[in-house]
């Protein structure tokens, strides 16, 4: 089976910022792990942010960052 990751979703994750709290305005890529760890611990946020936040900490998990990072410098988004 090859998984094929959707390049929509991907480009929307490396620019996706967060949108309240102590990190606002933040890049999901550059949230500090133990941030991302501790919404695990006591949920992910509903909808879409959620989902971002636990697929960003299983990117952070793998070590691909740069696979997000390439992704923001090859594809501006603003």
């Known amino acids: 089976m090859e998984i094929k990751p959707d390049k929509q979703i991907l480009?929307?994750?490396a620019?996706?910022?967060?949108?309240?709290g102590k990190?606002?305005?933040?890049y999901l890529v550059d949230l500090p792990e133990a941030y991302l760890v501790w919404f695990r611990q006591k949920g992910f946020?509903?909808?879409?942010?959620?989902?971002?936040?636990?697929?960003?900490?299983?990117i952070k998990s793998n070590g691909l960052e740069p696979l997000i990072r390439k992704l923001q410098r090859d594809f501006p988004w603003e």
């Open 11 to 13: 480009l929307e994750l």
């Open 15 to 20: 620019h996706y910022r967060m949108p309240f």
């Open 23 to 26: 990190y606002k305005g933040r």
């Open 45 to 58: 946020p509903a909808g879409k942010l959620g989902q971002h936040l636990q697929t960003m900490l299983d």
